[in-house]
């Protein structure tokens, strides 16, 4: 189980106390996730921006965040998240899409903010 990191970076509070809770969820997860990953022929950050999109759809605030660290980390750019985003304006609506935008820019400026306390 991975106890420091998810996904390559911080793990949430809620995540870890999870994963210490039910370990063997926490692992048959990640191992669905790489078989997932293992399977298709999209590379790290196309899958991290569908990810997005689907947790718009979804209304999962914290699974987006999530997406949008990893989409980061895989060298997806702001302008690029905010396209996944917006491609849902049509489709679950103007109100969701805005909640989603701004669930991602909060992700950036926390991420800005980890990194500046990394220095």
Same mark, same amino acid.
């Given at each position: 189980?991975?106890?420091?990191?998810?996904?390559?970076?911080?793990?949430?509070?809620?995540?870890? +106390?999870? !994963?210490?809770?039910?370990?063997?969820?926490?692992?048959?997860?990640? +191992?669905?996730?790489? !078989?997932?990953?293992?399977?298709?022929?999209?590379?790290? +950050?196309? !899958?991290?921006?569908?990810?997005?999109?689907?947790?718009?759809?979804?209304?999962?605030?914290?699974?987006?965040?999530?997406?949008? +660290?990893?989409?980061?980390? !895989?060298?997806?750019?702001?302008?690029?998240?905010?396209?996944?985003?917006?491609?849902?304006?049509?489709?679950?609506?103007?109100?969701?899409?805005?909640?989603?935008?701004?669930?991602?820019?909060?992700?950036?400026?926390?991420?800005?903010?980890?990194?500046?306390?990394?220095?």
């Amino acid at each position: 189980m991975k106890t420091e990191s998810h996904g390559g970076g911080k793990m949430p509070g809620t995540f870890r +106390r999870f !994963a210490e809770r039910f370990p063997d969820l926490v692992d048959a997860h990640e +191992r669905i996730a790489q !078989a997932v990953d293992a399977e298709g022929q999209f590379d790290a +950050r196309i !899958a991290e921006l569908i990810k997005i999109g689907i947790c718009l759809g979804a209304g999962l605030e914290s699974a987006l965040r999530s997406h949008v +660290r990893k989409a980061t980390q !895989a060298g997806a750019g702001v302008r690029e998240i905010e396209q996944a985003i917006i491609q849902g304006m049509n489709t679950v609506g103007f109100p969701r899409t805005v909640a989603a935008w701004s669930w991602a820019h909060e992700q950036f400026e926390r991420d800005r903010r980890e990194q500046e306390e990394v220095r």
